[in-house]
């Protein structure tokens, strides 16, 4: 299958991100060579900053294989924003649909016919403290198994020092190094010709976060925490923490303050 032609749209964002990026990252890119040079396949990207999609972008434009990300079907509506994510072919995700695996037929057909899906597992920002990948949601998992594609793990880090996760304010002096490494594809056969089930999609996507995880540890140079972050933990903590605060102020009494921490 050849390779997808370089249109106009994609030229046109990349003479305008290049420049800039260029002029505020130093860059250090690794295992361009795990990119397969022809046929579908997925990547799977941590997400540590607002800035760190172009920066992937950059990255996957100069292996000559174009990206197509997932996003927000909400975005394609945009004004600017949405005449170039339909432009260069993003794929929009219809979060209300009823059918989860109908959510990704797009990123299934652009894979059958051998075009690179971009997805950024964690579905947002990273929350972890420590800014570690998450846990992950099951979407890149699905589509990995209906297809069978090579599922490439890449690690990013540098664009959460030029401007933090969540953060609107930019930390441009000293110039920072965006580094970028892909990794080998991910051995997922251990999940094929299963059924779909739940608990076999979130099976598969630990095992995709891991792979995410340990390409981050070779660029930072350190362990990634045993337990991984998970947002919605977290969330459940927070709430039982607010109702036992609430019961204490009713009775009186002490609020409860077992668990009280990190919520990692």
């Known amino acids: 299958m050849p390779r997808r032609r370089i249109g106009f749209w994609y030229r046109f964002a990349a003479v305008i991100a290049k420049p800039p990026l260029v002029l505020l990252l130093k860059r250090d ?10 046929g579908g396949f997925i990547t799977v990207v941590n997400h ?21 990300f997932l996003a927000k079907s ?19 995700v219809y979060r209300e649909s009823t059918d989860a695996l109908s959510a990704f037929r797009a990123a299934i057909d652009a894979v059958n016919r051998g075009e690179c899906v971009a997805f950024y597992p964690e579905g947002t920002l990273t929350r972890d403290p420590d800014v570690w990948p998450m846990t992950g949601k099951t979407g890149a998992a699905r589509v990995a198994l209906s297809t069978k594609c090579p599922v490439i793990p890449v690690a990013q880090w540098g664009a959460n020092e030029l401007l933090p996760p969540y953060s609107k304010k930019p930390s441009p002096f000293p110039r920072k190094t965006a580094r970028v490494v892909a990794g080998p594809p991910i051995d997922l056969s251990r999940f094929h010709d299963r059924e779909m089930t739940p608990e076999l999609l979130k099976e598969c996507t630990e095992a995709i976060m891991d792979a995410i995880t340990r390409e981050l540890e070779q660029i930072r140079g350190e362990k990634a925490p045993e337990r991984r972050y998970d947002p919605r933990e977290v969330r459940l903590e927070q709430r039982r923490r607010a109702a036992a605060r609430q019961a204490a102020e009713r009775t009186g009494g002490p609020a409860a303050t077992a668990g009280e921490g990190n919520g990692k």
Not at 29 to 38: D, F, L
Not at 48 to 68: C, E, K, M
Not at 76 to 90: A, C, L, S
Request: charged share 20%.
């Open 48 to 68: 540590i900053s607002h800035v760190d999609p172009l920066v992937y972008a950059h990255y996957q434009y100069n292996t000559g294989r174009l990206p197509r």
């Open 29 to 38: 890119w690794r295992g361009m060579e795990n990119i397969p040079a022809e």
């Open 74 to 92: 909400g975005l394609f509506k945009k004004g600017f924003v949405g005449t170039m994510m339909r432009g260069t072919g993003q794929i929009p």
